[in-house]
């Protein structure tokens, strides 16, 4: 079956450090990929997403390009601050072969600290 | 967003009672989820609906048992329940793919953090 696998946590970095969260994947055909962020004590919210290959989803300053290849969706920041610090989930969702076939896939979440 | 809401926010219940936890949702989507999040584990599907009283088993099923009798609201009951159904327990909701050109992913509530002692 589908699955994802993430960059095991937790991640300290000082602010303005450059951040690399890993993230690779195991589908069949071409699914969706997402990145979710959780901030303490709220629900997970819809950072990013890529929907084809080779596409880059960005936001908030991430970014995350769809590696088809190395089947791999990994998040990037080129400088972080205090208030990334969260839990971030790579995610995916097959392709649409079937009538409701819209369920993710979630990793296991990495937590982020960053420090001032 | 108040496009969902969760509740209660909190709970601490007894082993062997029944539980019922409330999603709501005012964005009429079709697709609403149950995940239940514990520390190692990530998220997991309990159970997910696909319209009124249409819905299906995820991974983690066993002791949850849900409901749907209107668009808005997807009820997760634990039936007697377990010290280990302590966990955050997440509803999210979904368009119907063919709405949009892409599936545009997940919307999550807040939680609801449930202590069975």
């Known amino acids: 079956g589908d699955s994802v696998t993430q960059m095991e946590g937790p991640v300290t970095l000082s602010e303005e450090a450059f951040l690399t969260i890993n993230c690779t994947y195991t589908a069949t055909g071409y699914p969706s990929l997402f990145w979710y962020v959780q901030y303490p004590g709220e629900g997970l919210q819809l950072l990013l997403k890529?929907?084809?290959?080779?596409d880059k989803g960005s936001n908030k300053g991430f970014e995350a390009t769809y590696r088809k290849e190395t089947t791999s969706f990994h998040l990037e920041k080129g400088s972080v601050q205090v208030s990334d610090s969260a839990v971030y989930f790579c995610?995916?969702?097959?392709?649409?072969?079937?009538?409701?076939?819209?369920?993710?896939?979630f990793g296991t979440g990495t937590r982020l600290t960053i420090i001032p | 967003d108040a496009g969902i809401t969760q509740s209660p926010r909190h709970k601490v219940t007894e082993t062997g009672t029944p539980v019922t936890l409330r999603c709501h949702q005012t964005?009429?989507?079709?697709?609403m989820y149950w995940y239940r999040q514990d520390p190692g584990h990530g998220l997991r599907l309990i159970h997910y609906s696909y319209g009124v009283k249409d819905t299906d088993k995820g991974e983690v099923s066993d002791g949850y048992s849900v409901s749907r009798s209107k668009t808005e609201d997807f009820l997760l009951t634990l039936e007697s329940a377990t010290s280990s159904q302590t966990s955050v327990y997440f509803c999210a909701i979904s368009e119907h793919r063919l709405r949009s050109a892409h599936f545009g992913g997940y919307t999550f509530g807040s939680g609801t953090r449930l202590t069975v002692v």
């Open positions: 964005e009429n989507h079709r697709y």
């Open positions: 995610a995916l969702s097959p392709p649409f072969t079937n009538f409701g076939n819209e369920k993710l896939t």
């Open positions: 890529a929907t084809k290959a080779d």
